[in-house]
């Protein structure tokens, strides 16, 4: 386990090198920006365990040095040390989100080591909670069948979206897509086939949308939509050409999809924006399916 010691004073340094080397590597920087420009070098999976700061270092003091750290992204946890008398110091870094501090009195490195198993095993569990937050998040927004998103989140999207086209002045385009003869399909193959044939849908749906930008959900049943912000409907009939191509590929039974493409105008409520591409799907249905 990896420990980052910034310290200027070579003395206080070693010291603590030598009562922290029998149970972790240790690494020394002298300064805060020889210290951001290691933490720089290193790969995530390399970052130090855990980093022992002193307060009092020249140019940029501790809080200082915090503050960089926090903003570029490590999520290292960082243990203050400060002198006697600097009590608040420590305080103040313990609110901006220290995990601990010591003050340099007495023989305090002997506890060193216990600090910093306490400080890396509260991160660990810090970062499991955050890990479980974001799984139940996203099973909460996701289509468990298809691995797209489901339809609350396309509400929910869809609101935001229009909001900040509106707002920007910028594009915004709707796809909403019906699979054809997926009911024949189904009653055919059995429902497990019908299942393959919606979560090939998905699949395809997601390789065809630009990742972290368009947003594809199953809307329902055999129903799926698409939602391209900053893209035209000339951008969107391209997705949605690729989408029907690639389902016909696929040679699913007689099973193809229909697609219908609204741009939004900026003035248009977001039931009518949805319902004026139900329409269109419903004309593109009727006037001959994929």
């Known amino acids: 386990?990896?420990?980052?010691?910034?310290?200027?004073?070579?003395?206080?340094a070693e010291l603590a090198r030598l009562a922290l080397e029998p149970h972790f590597e240790v690494?020394?920087?002298?300064?805060g920006e020889d210290a951001l420009q290691y933490l720089k070098g290193l790969a995530e999976n390399d970052w130090?365990?855990?980093i022992l700061l002193d307060y009092s270092l020249p140019e940029m003091d501790g809080l200082a040095l915090f503050?960089?750290?926090?903003?570029?992204?490590?999520?290292?946890?960082?243990?203050?040390?400060?002198?006697?008398?600097?009590?608040?110091?420590?305080?103040?870094?313990?609110?901006?989100?220290?995990?601990d501090y010591v003050v340099k009195s007495g023989n305090y490195r002997a506890v060193l080591p216990s600090i910093i198993y306490k400080a890396v095993k509260q991160h660990k569990v810090e970062r499991e909670k955050a890990g479980l937050a974001l799984e139940l998040e996203r099973l909460v927004i996701t289509d468990d069948l298809t691995g797209l998103f489901n339809r609350r989140y396309f509400h929910q999207k869809i609101e935001e979206e229009m909001?900040?086209?509106?707002?920007?002045?910028?594009?915004?385009?709707?796809?909403?897509?019906?699979?054809?003869h997926f009911k024949e399909y189904n009653d055919t193959f059995g429902h497990l086939e019908g299942d393959r044939?919606?979560?090939?849908?998905?699949?395809?749906?997601?390789?065809?949308?630009r990742d972290k930008i368009d947003s594809g959900c199953r809307y329902g049943g055999d129903?799926?939509?698409?939602?391209?912000?900053?893209?035209?409907?000339?951008?969107?009939?391209?997705?949605?050409?690729?989408?029907?191509?690639?389902?016909?590929?696929?040679?699913?039974?007689?099973?193809?999809?229909?697609?219908?493409?609204?741009?939004y105008d900026h003035e248009i409520s977001i039931m009518d924006f949805i319902k004026a591409a139900d329409n269109t799907l419903y004309k593109a249905k009727k006037g001959g399916r994929k």
């Open 1 to 12: 386990m990896k420990v980052l010691i910034i310290e200027d004073n070579p003395d206080h």
């Open 27 to 31: 690494c020394l920087s002298e300064s």
């Open 48 to 50: 130090p365990a855990t």
């Open 67 to 99: 503050e960089r750290i926090r903003e570029r992204g490590y999520d290292i946890p960082v243990i203050m040390v400060t002198g006697q008398g600097d009590e608040d110091i420590a305080v103040e870094a313990m609110k901006k989100g220290a995990y």
């Open 163 to 180: 909001v900040r086209a509106k707002r920007q002045n910028g594009k915004l385009s709707l796809i909403m897509f019906d699979l054809d």
């Open 197 to 209: 044939a919606l979560k090939e849908t998905g699949r395809i749906i997601l390789s065809s949308i």
């Open 223 to 263: 129903e799926f939509a698409v939602i391209l912000p900053g893209s035209d409907k000339k951008h969107a009939s391209g997705v949605a050409g690729r989408v029907q191509r690639s389902i016909k590929e696929k040679k699913m039974g007689n099973v193809g999809i229909s697609a219908g493409i609204v741009e």
